[in-house]
């Protein structure tokens, strides 16, 4: 009997990984194995480190991503990569497995990966933040009939991984896991860009709750992260922050505060106001923020104030809906349909809306409203709601 049961639980893990696999393999190959869109861009950066080049060389990373690519809905383009690698080193070192194969298999298991890392994120957060059965169908598909997860499989972006990363954080967090939390938070740093406020303020809160083995642990994952890439090419740190003026040139076409501010109010100056007024209007509204609700505020805040995001990244706004959702439970006749109403109005309505309105317009400046009022709302459902039942 025991030999039976044991064996019960290796078989639903192989059933799971061929069925993402088979997804994987489905989604690739209808995008063509990513060979024109972001994929492609994390690929060949793992790809020059197993070949002992330098991503951030633009001379290489040209030849190696430039040209015309085939893309399945606009025929041949070119790649979505920019003149450099665009991420911090220690990405394409963790990524460096995928290098070693041939692309179609790279983009096969990546996708695998990536959907099998964002539906263990959307379950990891819906635990964390204690949703009701009733809420979870609707959850769901928030999640998986979004915006930015669509783009997702479209486009082979990392954000899959980096939900996956943020529900095992939020689940360390909320069962006391903290080795598991400390390495999840650490891990962000995949894309450190899209959580420029979620790690220091995380890791800043843990410190001060004492929670040491949170702290060690992500600063020694965070040390060796550091380590590897340094040991490979000791300058790497200096060639990406050199890449801050040519991020700061596309500014103005992305869906942040500075894209925003540079698009409709005319100077990218105007960002820093936006910044100001949306962090300040959360915190003024927050109320009893615990670790968790702090996770869910400074999400959608980090997506406001970054340099440098797309509304594909815009999936990691699932935390601060599972948040609104778990809460929903304790709120109480008329704010509870009014929560519902503006949670699928921000989660769903607004950004396929917007999407449409960014083909017309030639960027997507104006869908920095998602995480903005997304972050408010949030930290309305602090004040207008407990924290504990």
Not at 272 to 287: E, N, Q, R, Y
Request: with cysteine.
């Amino acid at each position: 009997m025991s030999l039976a049961l044991a064996r019960r639980p290796a078989a639903s893990i192989i059933a799971i990984a061929a069925l993402l696999l088979v997804v994987g393999l489905v989604a690739a190959r209808a995008n063509l194995w990513y060979d024109a869109t972001d994929f492609s861009c994390l690929y060949h950066a793992a790809r020059s480190v197993a070949l002992g080049r330098d991503p951030y060389d633009p001379v290489w990373w040209v030849g190696a991503t430039g040209g015309l690519h085939a893309n399945p809905w606009l025929g041949m383009v070119e790649s979505s990569c920019f003149a450099q690698y665009a991420y911090p080193l220690w990405t394409a070192v963790l990524m460096l497995p995928l290098g070693l194969l041939p692309i179609e298999a790279a983009a096969t298991l990546w996708m695998a990966v990536s959907i099998g890392a964002a539906t263990f994120g959307a379950w990891a957060l819906w635990r964390a933040y204690g949703g009701a059965r009733r809420h979870a169908a609707l959850f769901v598909a928030l999640v998986f009939m979004s915006q930015p997860f669509w783009v997702l499989l479209i486009s082979g972006q990392v954000t899959g991984v980096m939900l996956g990363l943020l529900g095992a954080l939020a689940l360390g967090l909320a069962r006391s896991r903290e080795g598991s939390a400390g390495s999840a938070l650490a891990l962000l740093a995949l894309k450190p860009q899209i959580v420029v406020l979620t790690l220091p303020a995380m890791l800043v809160r843990a410190a001060a709750e004492r929670r040491t083995r949170l702290v060690v642990t992500a600063i020694g994952v965070g040390a060796v992260m550091l380590a590897l890439p340094l040991l490979i090419r000791p300058a790497w740190p200096l060639e990406w922050l050199g890449q801050a003026g040519q991020r700061a040139k596309i500014a103005s076409l992305l869906p942040t505060a500075w894209g925003f501010s540079a698009d409709v109010l005319g100077s990218v100056a105007w960002g820093a106001a936006i910044c100001v007024v949306v962090v300040g209007a959360s915190a003024f509204l927050a109320k009893r923020v615990d670790a968790l609700s702090l996770l869910a505020l400074t999400v959608p805040l980090s997506l406001v104030v970054t340099l440098h995001a797309w509304s594909y990244d815009f999936l990691l706004l699932a935390a601060p809906w599972a948040f609104v959702l778990g809460r929903l439970a304790r709120a109480r006749g008329a704010a509870s349909v009014a929560l519902v109403a503006c949670l699928v109005a921000v989660a769903s309505l607004l950004p396929w809306l917007l999407y449409a309105v960014a083909f017309a317009r030639g960027n997507e400046t104006l869908s920095m409203v998602i995480p903005a009022t997304t972050a408010v709302l949030a930290a309305a459902v602090t004040r207008m709601t407990p924290s504990k039942t």
